[in-house]
């Protein structure tokens, strides 16, 4: 589709950051190749490794679900390369700000998966330490979470953790965010505010084609990426099922935060390949024969097939990645059934920092409740 | 460097809260000035006059146009450790930002199991008889006390408006501080280097009387005060009652009050229905059924929208419509 602008003038199709083809091979580049000349093989393997573990994680998830051990989940499918690339590309001070699908990023910042299926099978709202983590908790509505990005981000500047070239300390702040995020308010207003404050932070938009039902064109009338164009800073659009390219661009976008250099949107193309949430049909909405062209671009066969043919792994590590795999899903599975639930009265813990009397009053009346049960039961 | 003023001092509240905000920027570093209009121009109501010259454009940030995004980015720079108090223009205003206030601000501890905090205060001017356009006027403070989470306070009179913005910059929990807008201008003498009197939480005797409890907070206190000294000339002695904390509700001096004068007149520019006047009616037919002499009688605001300012003096309650309830009160 040729896109008009309000000119008239039709802009040339958006190139695609690609460093790694469908099929494994390994496309050549004067910009990105330096970005990612340190990557050894042992990386790559690191890499196919979280991508294998984080589809596991989601794939178990959806079974548990299925089971009704949880009461719903967010399907990364086929976002692995742009959550694990653009992952990748962090440092441990760097910080993270998620919707409620970047369940492989999690992994990556050392977020045990078991407490991300106790947020979906309704234990708690997010039990991992964030501060230590750099990983934020979980944001549902949608957007909301680039504005605290932005906002943190405005906090390390303040903390004069920008622009020093000092690595361990200098440090950036990455928004993960959708195309149906896009349209919000919120979203809008990050990008101005990171703008006009050259805010170190970096807004990762995985456009997966779909948000619930409605197609990108429900969302906008030009590519995501150059929308950046016109809030004043750089936009790049980037094989979202290309792990290399995810990795190499965000790098760059980091950095250039790092640097003092302010926000880039990094537009990962890539494609939803379950359904939005286990609610969800998408057989209502969308053709298979899409499906099955995206699964030809599949995040995971390409980084295997570039291994195999540039003798990066043998059998025996694909044998023994899936052997992890295995491993980890039957302790999901066992970890998930064995979450207890809150105790009723917990609900009261942390609504402030110290209870009010109103909420103490209020304890007091559910526990009289309760108990009042166990009293009967016992007569 | 700052020209922090010391001493006893002659007031007015936007003054008092201008002193309030320069200390609590002193004694903490992490504590941010952020909103439209609040640097160089001191904002609209001059309320952070002078903070950006003293404490530099980081520390008092003049944001773009977007309440989303004052309360937006305000979460984030507390997460990071700083500490935001946030300027809205007007009441009227904060609604842009109401969805990151009620299910961002509010939620955050909870949600993280006590592990995040949010110590963010949202200024906000509020109420009428200002003579102003439409959204200028307004009194939403039950749609936020109405959310947990959120602590919800509003000053009176100078004193309570210098103590009460700093102990709402160092609570942990967010707060929405109302400001009442009309009363700016009033005067008190206020001593800058004494300590407050009452924890933020907590209701005031404002003027101790026998014969019935007048109930308000924010601009209203000043109207009840001035019932009460028309309602002395008539022989009648009016207790009133400067709520202060809304969220949460401290309603033991009420309480006290109601049993000794068995009569309740509760007011507030704010609409009637579900109003705080409402909670403050079903918790005090709760705690004081059998001392009441009478059922609480509300003067409000009525249920429309607020009105042009040619007719608001007849919306908003005033000397003779308290003064009115009291008599209902004595008529069972």
């Not at chain 1, 958006?14 to 970005?35: A, K, M, N, W």
């Not at chain 1, 490794?49 to 794939?59: A, F, H, M, N, W």
């Not at chain 2, 000294?229 to 202060?244: K, N, Q, T, Y």
């Amino acid at each position: 589709m040729t896109v008009e602008t309000a000119a008239g003038d039709t802009p040339p199709e958006p190139e695609l950051v690609q460093l790694l083809t469908p099929e494994g091979q390994r496309v050549p580049s004067e910009h990105y190749d330096p970005l990612i000349a340190d990557i050894t093989g042992d990386d790559v393997r690191s890499m196919y490794r979280d991508l294998v573990l984080g589809r596991r994680v989601d794939s178990e998830a959806v079974a548990l679900q299925r089971q009704g051990e949880l009461g719903l989940w967010a399907s990364l499918l086929g976002q692995e390369a742009a959550q694990v690339g653009s992952a990748r590309a962090l440092r441990p001070q760097d910080h993270v700000f998620p919707t409620y699908r970047e369940h492989a990023v999690a992994l990556c910042r050392g977020v045990d998966p078991v407490k991300l299926l106790a947020l979906f099978r309704g234990v708690d709202q997010g039990s991992w330490d964030a501060v230590e983590t750099h990983f934020h908790l979980y944001t549902i509505v949608i957007g909301a979470q680039t504005l605290h990005a932005t906002g943190y981000a405005m906090g390390i500047q303040r903390d004069g953790a920008i622009g020093t070239g000092d690595p361990d300390r200098d440090a950036a702040v990455i928004a993960y965010f959708g195309d149906g995020a896009t349209s919000q308010g919120d979203v809008n207003e990050a990008f101005i505010w990171a703008s006009v404050t050259n805010a170190p932070v970096v807004f990762f938009c995985q456009n997966n084609q779909w948000a619930i039902s409605e197609p990108l064109e429900r969302q906008t009338r030009v590519p995501l990426y150059r929308r950046a164009a016109g809030f004043g800073f750089p936009g790049v659009r980037v094989d979202g099922n290309d792990v290399l390219a995810c990795l190499a661009v965000t790098r760059e976008a980091l950095q250039r935060a790092r640097d003092g250099e302010g926000p880039t949107l990094v537009e990962a193309f890539t494609y939803r390949m379950g359904a939005h949430t286990t609610t969800d049909d998408p057989t209502r909405y969308r053709l298979n024969a899409e499906l099955e062209h995206w699964k030809l671009k599949d995040p995971i066969e390409r980084v295997k097939a570039f291994m195999v043919r540039g003798d990066l792994a043998d059998q025996a590590f694909f044998d023994g990645v899936e052997e992890e795999a295995d491993e980890l899903a039957v302790h999901l599975r066992a970890a998930c059934r064995a979450l207890p639930d809150p105790t009723p009265t917990s609900i009261f813990d942390h609504v402030y920092v110290e209870p009010t009397p109103d909420l103490v009053a209020q304890r007091e009346s559910m526990t009289a409740h309760l108990d009042s049960f166990e009293e009967e039961a016992a007569r | 460097m700052t020209d922090q003023p010391t001493g006893v001092q002659k007031l007015n509240i936007i003054k008092a809260i201008n002193a309030g905000l320069r200390r609590s920027m002193e004694n903490d570093a992490k504590v941010l000035v952020m909103g439209e209009d609040v640097g160089k121009l001191g904002g609209v109501f001059r309320v952070t006059d002078g903070l950006q010259k003293d404490f530099g454009e980081d520390r008092v940030i003049d944001t773009p146009l977007a309440e989303s995004g004052i309360i937006g980015t305000a979460v984030g720079l507390a997460l990071r450790g700083y500490r935001p108090v946030c300027e809205i223009q007007f009441d009227g205003f904060v609604f842009p930002g109401y969805d990151q206030i009620v299910s961002q601000v509010a939620k955050m501890h909870f949600r993280s199991g006590g592990r995040l905090r949010l110590p963010i205060v949202i200024r906000i001017p509020y109420g009428g008889s200002i003579g102003a356009v439409e959204h200028h006027s307004e009194s939403p403070e039950a749609t936020f006390a109405h959310i947990p989470g959120l602590k919800v306070v509003t000053c009176s009179n100078p004193l309570d408006a210098y103590w009460m913005i700093q102990q709402a910059i160092r609570l942990d929990d967010p707060v929405v501080f109302f400001e009442p807008k009309r009363r700016y201008y009033e005067k008190a003498e206020v001593d800058l280097d004494g300590e407050p009197d009452l924890p933020l939480e907590s209701a005031r005797v404002a003027l101790p009387g026998t014969d019935a409890t007048v109930a308000a907070y924010g601009p209203m206190v000043k109207t009840c005060l001035d019932a009460a000294a028309a309602a002395a000339d008539d022989g009648r002695s009016l207790e009133v009652i400067d709520l202060r904390s809304l969220s949460p509700l401290d309603l033991r001096a009420v309480y006290d009050s109601v049993r000794r004068t068995g009569r309740l007149v509760m007011v507030h520019e704010a609409h009637r229905t579900l109003g705080v006047g409402a909670e403050v009616a079903a918790r005090v037919t709760e705690q004081c059924f059998y001392s009441l002499e009478a059922p609480v009688q509300r003067v409000t605001g009525y249920d429309t929208p607020y009105p042009p300012a040619r007719v608001e003096e007849e919306y908003l309650p005033d000397l003779d419509r308290v003064l009115d309830a009291v008599d209902r009160t004595f008529a069972y």
